[in-house]
């Protein structure tokens, strides 16, 4: 058997890469080096060049892909951690990532109806702001496409670490608290990792936005999608 | 960190990771098997019939690894290339769009609470000074 082999190879190269563009992020923290915005070009121009295909790279890839479930249930160990934090500020914290889930999935209702994007595009758009594992099974729930959904998360979690500091200045937000919520609940992990930035308390603030917008998320995504067919 | 350690680790979010998707299908919760286990992970911590530093190290270590795990996911970003061009352009533009606009409105909302909060407290605390 060929397969194996080349399983553990597309693993390692995989693996080799993701470290390259962790170091070269490390070196220049510019939002469009994250690593797996550069991880994921740099796999693809390789695939591209060979002439290989996704199902291909994936007979190694579903390996690292399947660890995805257990890394969402590890989300309950930063929440179990910070549960001081998140008790003292929990009526801002949820009624912040409340807000973000509503008005992130309004808006998108409004300008998709106002462009008359076709309605499977709008279902898997409607999980965008939230951390991919999670928003993949969402998608896949309400009847979206995963893989179209993955690349919306991307575009809204790089998108946002990318506009946060100038909006927030420009709307005058110096809270931490209203940061750290901010950038968990409409960019998750990427707008999280932004959020490391401007210190402990609103890296915390945020993880914890982004982990209860992967628990009430699914819901509101399950109403949602009742109300549209 | 051990390599028999970090197994059993990973071994125990595994379980619970399979007894979200479990419950999912027999219950039919309209939640993700993953978001079910992160649950009841939670549950099994806060009512201590699971020591936290079980799966402390195998938790930070999946945490910590999260983007790599993410790369399989969005290479599958190469079966959409329309995504890149014309009406896909409009697409990526909606998204952003909505995107800043969650940004402003929960950020205004959660500074809006937190003031409020703080101005409650400070008057509670001038009303004691007063009394005194």
Known sequence: MLQTPIALIIIVITVIIYLGMVTLYRKFPIPFLLPVLTSTIFIIAILKSFDLSYDFY?????WLHSLLGPAVVSLAYPLFH???????HALPILAGVLTGL???MFTLFLLAEIMSIPRDILLSMIPKSITTPVAMQVANDIGGNP???????????????IMAPSL??????????????????SSHAIGTSKA??????????????????????PIFGFLISKLLL | MNLVKGIFQLGILYVFFLLGNLLQEILYIPLPGSIIGLLLLLAAMFSNILPVHWIQQGAGFLLAILPLLLVPATVGIMNYPSLFSGKGLLIFLIVMTSTAATIIITAKTSHYLENAKLKREEKKMCSKHLSH
Do not use: D, P
């Open chain 1, 58 to 62: 994936m007979t190694g890839g579903h």
């Open chain 1, 168 to 185: 927030l200045k420009w709307f005058r937000i110096r809270s931490s608290l209203g940061t750290g919520i901010a950038l968990g609940s």
């Open chain 1, 102 to 104: 509503i008005s992130g």
């Open chain 1, 82 to 88: 910070q549960r001081k934090t998140i008790i003292k």
């Open chain 1, 196 to 217: 490391f930035e401007y210190g402990e308390f609103t890296f915390s603030i945020s993880s914890v936005s982004m982990t209860l917008s992967a628990i009430i998320g």
């Open chain 1, 147 to 161: 893989t179209l959904t993955v690349a919306f998360v991307m575009i809204a979690g790089i998108s946002g670490a």
